[in-house]
């Protein structure tokens, strides 16, 4: 075994840069356990710098294109892997990308649990771990209400999860209920209590006694066909104002803010925010594409939801989640937004009955509950007086 060297954290954990989700989770985690364990260190590991630049470039670029542009193919994809076993090829082939440079990682860093935020990373640990190289316990944190063989691996020590029905679905997959924990989908510690300034209302230029509708579409603002929703909108004479926020989406950005020149109702366009919080408290209505994190902010603040087209896979089941629950809505179309947004503004019944269905699945304190069971894996790890059994083949 050869000798450490660098700097060590009490916990890793594993994300991938693929949207802004995975790393909002990954960032509400670290700082739950900061707040229970103050002198600890915790660190974020990005899993795609593991990986040769130009590699990570392409695959970046590859998802961004598709999802964009072949959501088809997303599909199909998506559905082609979904049940997968772990010890099948394919998963046998990604369980090798990065694994060198993931073994140095924690090699020098020496953490007393590991969690991942990210499918990949967590098949190459738990391969890592079958194989003897680690002892260090791994959790992972599954993002969505989807069911994916890439989230199930075997050596995986414990599952943080978002709601009970994913419990229950890898139960049925023989994972040991003592591995599973619901405590919901971590999230920024904004997300537990009101946080709007009262004055957010003059900063952005709205009204406080209107009907407010907020638009995102993740942190690459992929909401579809926002341009003509709002354009359709703004020509209206309805009791109503927007909040529109395009994340990194600067050629979107920059047509809204051409529509809200010459809107009817107030209309403020924003880029990537870090107060989602405060424009979800202040907001009646949340027009979105079911991204996981976002879908678990709007319950945490009682936010109904109103659905328009999202992602093929996970997104999709997360609409059914939702659906269920009676907490939002969908649109086929874009004239069915308009029209459900008009429904609900000429009938406020329908967004109360959804805001009341959603304490069952509102879990705004997931990122503490997480927190501490991370915590005390690494203590009971600890305890245990295990050493850290780490080899660099």
């Given at each position: 075994m050869a000798s450490r060297t660098g700097t060590g954290c009490d916990v890793l954990i594993f994300s991938a840069s693929y949207g802004a989700g995975h790393y909002q989770v990954s960032n509400a985690l670290a700082t739950a356990i900061k707040q229970q364990r103050p002198d600890w260190n915790v660190e974020i590991c990005d899993f795609l710098n593991l990986m040769n630049p130009v590699f990570k470039q392409t695959l970046l670029f590859g998802y961004h294109q598709v999802i964009k542009h072949f959501s088809t193919g997303y599909k199909w994809f998506y559905e082609v892997t979904r049940h997968l076993p772990p010890d099948?090829?394919?998963?046998?082939?990604?369980?090798?990308?990065?694994?060198?440079?993931?073994?140095?990682?924690?090699?020098?860093?020496?953490?007393?649990?590991?969690?991942?935020?990210?499918?990949?990373?967590?098949?190459?640990?738990?391969?890592?771990?079958?194989?003897?190289?680690?002892?260090?316990?791994?959790?992972?944190?599954?993002?969505?209400?989807?069911?994916?063989?890439?989230?199930?691996?075997?050596?995986?020590?414990?599952?943080?999860?978002?709601?009970?029905?994913?419990?229950?679905?890898?139960?049925?997959?023989?994972i040991p209920p003592s591995r599973l924990y619901v405590t919901g989908l971590p999230l920024r510690q904004e997300f537990m209590a009101p946080c709007h300034d009262p004055s957010i209302w003059e900063r952005y230029g709205l009204k406080q006694d209107l009907f407010t509708l907020l638009?995102?579409?993740?942190?690459?603002?992929?909401?579809?066909?926002?341009?003509?929703?709002?354009?359709?909108?703004?020509?209206?004479?309805?009791?109503?104002?927007?909040?529109?926020?395009?994340?990194?989406?600067?050629?979107?950005?920059?047509?809204?803010?051409?529509?809200?020149?010459?809107?009817?109702?107030?209309?403020?366009?924003?880029?990537?925010?870090?107060?989602?919080?405060?424009?979800?408290?202040?907001?009646?209505?949340?027009?979105?594409?079911?991204?996981?994190?976002?879908?678990?902010?709007?319950?945490?603040?009682?936010?109904?939801?109103?659905?328009?087209?999202?992602?093929?896979?996970?997104?999709?089941?997360?609409?059914?989640?939702?659906?269920?629950?009676?907490?939002?809505?969908?649109?086929?179309?874009?004239?069915?937004?308009?029209?459900?947004?008009?429904?609900?503004?000429?009938?406020?019944?329908?967004?109360?009955?959804m805001a009341q269905a959603m304490e069952p699945i509102s879990k705004p304190f997931a990122a503490r509950d997480a927190a501490h069971i991370i915590v005390q894996m690494a203590e009971n790890y600890r305890n245990a007086s295990q050493q850290p059994e780490l080899f660099i083949s």
């Open positions: 099948s090829r394919w998963q046998r082939m990604l369980n090798q990308m990065g694994k060198q440079k993931l073994l140095k990682a924690i090699y020098h860093r020496s953490p007393s649990v590991i969690v991942c935020t990210f499918p990949h990373p967590a098949g190459v640990l738990s391969y890592i771990k079958s194989r003897g190289y680690i002892n260090i316990p791994l959790i992972t944190v599954i993002t969505d209400v989807a069911f994916h063989s890439q989230w199930i691996h075997p050596c995986v020590d414990a599952y943080i999860l978002a709601a009970d029905v994913v419990a229950k679905y890898l139960k049925r997959k023989g638009m995102m579409g993740g942190g690459c603002g992929l909401l579809s066909d926002t341009e003509y929703i709002c354009e359709t909108l703004a020509k209206l004479d309805l009791p109503m104002q927007i909040i529109a926020v395009t994340g990194t989406n600067y050629a979107l950005a920059k047509k809204l803010k051409d529509i809200s020149q010459h809107s009817k109702m107030p209309f403020c366009v924003l880029g990537y925010v870090d107060n989602v919080a405060e424009l979800m408290e202040i907001s009646h209505l949340l027009l979105t594409k079911a991204g996981g994190v976002t879908i678990f902010e709007a319950l945490a603040k009682k936010l109904p939801m109103l659905i328009y087209k999202p992602l093929p896979g996970h997104e999709q089941t997360n609409v059914r989640f939702l659906l269920r629950y009676k907490v939002a809505m969908q649109a086929n179309d874009a004239d069915e937004v308009i029209k459900t947004i008009i429904d609900c503004i000429n009938d406020p019944s329908i967004l109360k009955s």
